[in-house]
């Protein structure tokens, strides 16, 4: 397995595990939104409660000054228990008389408080004066309610939480301004807003469990893919080796039978060439010292590519020498002429004129060249057409074999292996060794579609730049003096 999938893999891994914490951060930030807006309403709406009792108090209030009669001013008042005595009048006010305060007098969560403003201290209905600094200050300041904090609404008698006053403001032209406050504890609402608190982390909890959970089974299906394939990708390693191992078994067996075969033949190469000699040396003419020669000579090259075979396929390197590429092109051509001839298949060779020097073995680029132009040849029909052409671009030399036969699938043109091959008769060696060869002097072979059909053979190698006086020497060399 390649690096590219697995780290597909593991960048999808932690897009999940992080698209699961947001989600899960994002249910808890609305749980907790949602909670502190329904804990702001409730605060409003606990505090609009007190106000509308102070209202509904004190209009009952003043509807009982109003009782009372009289136009005159009273003068300055003072609380005795829980009656308010005036200096200008014999009235008494006792604001318990004049307040249907039941409803709340003994409730646990509230308090009424009433007074003058004149005494300036805020005082519980009975006049038992209390000190709460923030319900004096909100009735000095004319606020209609005010936060109690759990020390002030502990000397109230109230439970030790926040508590909010709702304040009403009553105006007589006799008695002067009084105060009505209703102070209401919140102990209730925090409980309520505790169980809503509990409910809101109970319902975040099981929906990021929820959430945790399919992207746990996600994660472990992802796990489960992941073991698959590394599976699966072990089997088809074990797969090729398997492949690889027999077909090295198969190659070690034809080196073998190979170097039987060159061993088998040195014997009766050595006679045809002492025969072709005795043939030369005994002719009456030339063109039979001729046919002699020519036998001398391809047993002699029968020998050299045999042995350079054998060479290669024990492992020594090529031969690095500086040839010229027409020469290997025309070789090549001249060893296929009759088989071409034979086929009934025409061979047309481009101008080979200006073609670099290229540095390997020549004997190797011949018989990869050789068995290219074959295998044309044997995909072509009859009356058909084989090109051979050679270009250079830069420091690249190539050389094209091209036909008009049926093309190969392209499913198998990546498939240049020993012993594979598509004619029935074949060995499977032609395109593996063409191959081998371009590999060994830096080059390629690719087969390409050709347009209108057939194949593009196209051998690509370095053609290394010659000095000029080394193309000086090559020239002198090819027209030696005298």
């Not at 249910?27 to 949602?34: E, H, K, N, Q, T």
């Not at 598509?422 to 060994?440: D, Q």
């Amino acid at each position: 397995m390649n690096a590219s999938p697995l780290g597909s893999k593991r960048w999808r891994t932690g897009l999940l595990t992080t698209a699961m914490v947001l989600a899960i951060g994002v249910i808890a930030a609305l749980g907790v939104m949602d909670e502190r807006s329904l804990v702001s309403t409730t605060r409003i709406e606990s505090s609009r409660e007190p106000r509308v009792l102070a209202e509904v108090l004190a209009s009952e209030f003043r509807a009982g000054l109003s009782s009372l009669g009289g136009d005159e001013p009273a003068g300055a008042g003072h609380a005795e228990g829980g009656a308010w005595r005036f200096e200008d009048t014999s009235l008494v006010i006792e604001p318990r008389q004049l307040l249907h305060e039941d409803a709340i007098a003994n409730d646990a969560d509230h308090r009424l408080l009433v007074w003058a403003t004149a005494t300036g201290d805020p005082r519980t209905i009975d006049g038992v004066r209390v000190d709460i600094p923030s319900v004096a200050h909100a009735a000095t300041a004319g606020e209609s309610s005010a936060w109690l904090t759990p020390s002030e609404a502990h000397r109230l008698g109230l439970p030790e939480e926040l508590a909010v006053a709702g304040l009403s403001r009553v105006d007589d032209p006799r008695f002067g301004e009084w105060i009505v406050a209703v102070v209401s504890s919140t102990e209730r609402q925090r409980a309520r807003e505790a169980r809503r608190y509990a409910r809101t982390i109970v319902m975040v909890s099981l929906a990021s469990l929820v959430v945790l959970g399919f992207g746990l089974v996600l994660l472990r299906t992802q796990r489960q893919e992941r073991a698959f394939e590394r599976m699966l990708a072990r089997e088809s390693m074990r797969a090729q080796q398997e492949v690889q191992l027999a077909r090295e078994g198969r190659a070690a067996t034809m080196l073998t039978f190979a170097a039987g075969i060159a061993h088998e033949l040195s014997t009766p190469l050595g006679v045809i060439a002492m025969r072709a000699e005795q043939l030369e040396n005994n002719a009456d003419d030339d063109r039979a010292r001729r046919g002699a020669r020519a036998i001398t000579e391809q047993v002699a090259k029968i020998r050299e590519s045999a042995r350079g075979f054998l060479a290669i396929a024990r492992g020594a390197a090529p031969l690095h020498e500086r040839f010229p590429a027409d020469d290997v092109l025309r070789s090549a051509v001249a060893r296929v002429e009759h088989r071409f001839e034979r086929a009934g298949v025409s061979l047309r060779v481009q101008s080979l004129s200006g073609l670099p020097w290229i540095y390997g073995d020549a004997r190797l680029l011949e018989h990869a060249l050789t068995n290219l132009l074959l295998n044309a040849c044997d995909a072509s029909r009859v009356r058909g057409e084989v090109e051979l052409g050679a270009s250079r671009s830069d420091s690249q030399l190539e050389i094209v074999v091209s036909d008009r036969g049926g093309g190969i699938d392209p499913a198998i043109r990546g498939r240049m292996q020993p012993f594979f091959s598509t004619k029935a008769e074949g060995t499977g060696l032609g395109l593996a060794i063409a191959s081998e060869v371009m590999r060994m002097h830096r080059g390629e072979l690719r087969l390409d579609e050709r347009s209108g059909g057939g194949t593009n053979a196209v051998l690509r190698l370095p053609a290394e730049p010659m000095s000029d006086d080394a193309l000086a020497d090559e020239a002198q060399d090819a027209h030696p003096a005298g």
